[in-house]
Nanobody, 115 residues
Framework: QVQLVESGGDFVQAGGSLRLSCAAS????????MSWYRQAPGNERELVAS???????NYADSVKGRFTISRDKGKNLVYLQMNSLKAEDTAVYYC?????????WGKGTRVTVSS
């Protein structure tokens, strides 16, 4: 079992910044791939950013140049730095990993961006 706990969600004005954190614990061996997803009301969950075992990163087109995913390997922490936030970034953000033992999700952290 792997546990993922997100934090850092908040209410922020458009143009502002937030940094989300995801702490991974449990049966983790080595470095694991991590992703951030988000789900806005009435929308499907969508991939926002991912970081591979080798630290390659991938971003949704809608956040490229504004969001940065990174990790602290020693602490099993993954971050999502979000800059130049827009109202359309409002959503619940979820941390996830997909490893041989299965796909795991956190419970999410809410980000609200006012225009």
């Amino acid at each position: 079992q792997v546990q993922l706990v997100e934090s850092g969600g908040d209410f922020v004005q458009a143009g502002g910044s937030l940094r989300l954190s995801c702490a991974a614990s449990g049966r983790i061996v080595g470095i694991i791939p991590m992703s951030w997803y988000r789900q806005a009301p009435g929308n499907e969950r969508e991939l926002v950013a991912s970081i591979s075992i080798g630290d390659s990163t991938n971003y949704a087109d809608s956040v490229k140049g504004r969001f940065t995913i990174s990790r602290d390997k020693g602490k099993n922490l993954v971050y999502l730095q979000m800059n130049s936030l827009k109202a359309e970034d409002t959503a619940v953000y979820y941390c996830s990993t997909n490893i041989p033992a299965g796909r795991y999700w956190g419970k999410g952290t809410r980000v609200t961006v006012s225009s």
